[in-house]
C-alpha cells in the first residue's frame, strides 16, 4: 500500500499495486519523476542541487534521511545506481556524486588494485602505462632514465589487467595528466638486461627510459626504490605485476 497527499494532507489517497506490477510509478517529461519531501517548506528549494530540478527520485528532509534504502538479501544493495557504459547515451560518467562529506560504517570493496594520483606529465602524450616516472626540478613527472634515482614517483596506472581503484587530485581530462600508481598493484616496465628479477626482489629505476630494475645495490637502494616484483623477469624487456611501494 502506497499512501499519498493531494493539496492537503486531508486528501489522503492510496495505491495498491498488483502482485506484477511497482506500487507506485512516477513519470514526467520535464520535471522530476518521483519528488518527496518531510518537514520544512523551504526544502522544496534544494531541488535546485538536482540537474535543475529534473530527478529520477528527489527527496529531502528536515530530520531525518532524505531517500532511505533498505534490502533484506545480503548480497543485494539497498541503492543501485549505473553510470559509465551503460548511462554513455545519457552522457553521465559516474554512477554517484557527493557534494559533502562521506560517513561509511562498513568496509569500501573497490575493483581496482591501486591508490594512484594524476600528475601533469613530460610529453604525457607519448607515455605508455606501466611506466616509470621520476619527479622534475619543475615539480612535474617524466619517465625516469637514471639509476636509482630517488626522484622516482611511481609508475603508470593502468597496463595489464589492473586498473586504478582509486584515483587522487582527478581533474579535467589532458594529454599531459596521467594517473600514477602511488601504491598498490600495478604492472611495471622492467628491463632484465641489469639483472635476473625473482619474485619479493625490490625494483629501483634503471638507465632504460621508464623501466625499471632489480635493486642489486643496498646502499644505493634505499629512497630509491618503487615497489617489490611480484612475478620473475629474465632476460629483455618487458611488463611484470609489482606491489608499488616507494621507499
Known amino acids: 500500500m502506497v499512501k499519498f497527499y493531494i493539496g492537503t494532507p486531508s486528501t489522503e489517497i492510496a495505491i495498491r ?3 506484477e506490477g511497482p506500487a507506485l510509478e512516477g513519470l514526467s517529461g520535464n520535471d522530476t519523476g518521483v519528488l518527496g519531501f518531510h518537514g520544512d517548506p523551504a526544502l522544496y ?3 535546485v542541487a538536482t540537474d535543475a530540478g529534473r530527478a529520477g527520485v528527489f527527496g529531502a528532509s528536515e530530520n531525518g534521511a532524505g531517500v532511505l534504502g533498505y534490502a533484506r538479501a545480503n548480497d543485494k544493495p539497498a541503492v543501485y545506481a549505473f553510470g559509465g557504459l551503460l548511462a554513455y547515451d545519457l552522457g553521465k560518467e559516474f554512477a554517484g556524486e557527493f557534494r559533502g562529506d562521506v560517513k561509511v560504517t562498513g568496509d569500501i570493496l573497490l575493483s581496482g588494485a591501486d591508490c594512484a594520483e594524476q600528475f601533469d606529465v613530460v610529453d604525457g602524450d607519448e607515455v605508455e602505462p606501466g611506466s616509470v616516472l621520476a619527479i622534475t626540478e619543475g615539480g612535474g613527472l617524466r619517465q625516469s632514465d637514471a639509476p636509482y634515482d630517488t626522484k622516482v614517483a611511481g609508475v603508470v596506472s593502468g597496463a595489464g589487467r589492473y586498473r586504478p ?3 587522487l ?3 579535467p581530462s589532458s594529454e599531459e595528466r596521467l594517473s600514477v600508481a602511488l601504491i598498490g598493484k600495478a604492472y611495471c616496465k622492467v628491463d632484465g638486461e641489469y639483472g635476473s628479477i625473482s619474485v619479493g626482489d625490490l625494483l629501483t629505476t634503471s638507465p632504460t627510459l621508464g623501466h625499471a630494475m ?3 645495490d643496498p646502499r644505493r637502494a634505499f629512497g630509491s ?3 617489490k616484483a611480484l612475478a620473475p623477469w629474465t632476460g629483455g624487456r618487458g611488463l611484470i605485476p609489482t606491489l608499488v611501494l616507494l621507499g
Open 225 to 227: 626504490v618503487l615497489g
Open 169 to 171: 587530485d582527478k581533474q
Open 17 to 19: 499495486a498488483d502482485s
Open 45 to 47: 528549494e534544494t531541488t
Open 165 to 167: 581503484g582509486m584515483i
Open 214 to 216: 632489480k635493486a642489486s
